[in-house]
């Protein structure tokens, strides 16, 4: 969201908290080796502006220049890359060693596993990295893009990523359509510290050095008001991964979905 003009969509009125909360039945897919799908039960909505801070979600940010079709800021967030990691490393992390005082682990038959793929539960530990960096937002009535330029802070991967997007809305059956594309970049040190393997972690393999990253994303959405609180929300995100992700051995999809159904209810 952006502190913008009143006829400005997906915008929010500067001094004022805003706070939804959705309910409903949604998933977001996992493209891991044993990596299972993360359920979306609740699905918060935060956000506050002033004339030159703001937060929105997991976005802090300064403001260095607002205008009413333009804006540029500072901003800083967790990095995402560890939500695919983070739910199964509570203490049954196995980290292997090239010591060769282990052996590989039991494949069961019938499994699509390999000795040249790698279980999530395998691996060590990823890094949690904060990202800081630029924003630059261009939005008019019915349309609104977004650049955004990351630098890793606190040298957990020593590298950079960036995304452009670009939304249009449209009204639809009484609600509000809304379409969205976006392009990631990922630095080959950001994939080589999530998605590479390390000669320490498995020695049966061989190591695998991640490489720079282009990653497209679709974005369909409807939201539909039924009183001043309460909403009605669905949306699918498809995200395409491409042979700078594949072809690491922790990797078994070529894409991340990610839908929702449910209700909304607005507290501010």
């Avoid at 950001?190 to 695998?208: F, K, P």
Wanted: proline share 3%.
């Amino acid at each position: 969201m952006l502190a913008c003009s009143e006829n400005a969509e997906g915008c929010v009125a500067s001094e004022q908290f805003q706070l939804s909360v959705a309910l409903g039945a949604g998933q977001r897919s996992n493209p891991l080796y044993d990596g299972d799908s993360f359920p979306m039960l609740i699905l918060p909505d935060f956000s506050y502006y002033t004339d030159t801070w703001f937060i929105d979600n997991g976005t802090l940010g300064y403001s260095l220049v607002q205008h009413d079709q333009f804006a540029a800021s500072v901003v800083m967030r967790l990095n995402s890359e560890k939500g695919y990691f983070q739910r199964w490393f509570a203490g049954n992390v196995i980290t292997m060693n090239s010591a060769g005082a282990l052996l590989p682990p039991e494949v069961e038959i019938g499994t699509e596993k390999t000795m040249s793929t790698v279980s999530v539960e395998q691996v060590k530990k990823r890094p949690t990295a904060v990202d800081a960096g630029l924003q630059f937002n261009w939005f008019g009535e019915q349309w609104q893009s977004r650049l955004n330029l990351w630098q890793d802070i606190n040298s957990k991967y020593q590298g950079q990523n960036a995304s452009l997007s670009w939304s249009r809305f449209w009204p639809l059956a009484g609600g509000q359509f809304d379409l969205s594309t976006t392009l990631y970049w990922k630095s080959a040190k950001l994939i080589d510290t999530y998605y590479g393997v390390d000669d320490d972690e498995l020695y049966y393999l061989g190591r695998y050095d991640g490489r720079a990253s282009w990653q497209p994303e679709l974005r369909l959405g409807w939201q539909k008001a039924l009183t001043s609180r309460w909403s009605v929300l669905t949306f699918y995100r498809y995200l395409h991964l491409d042979d700078a992700m594949t072809d690491s051995p922790l990797v078994q999809d070529d894409s991340v979905q990610t839908w929702f159904v449910g209700m909304v209810y607005r507290f501010y």
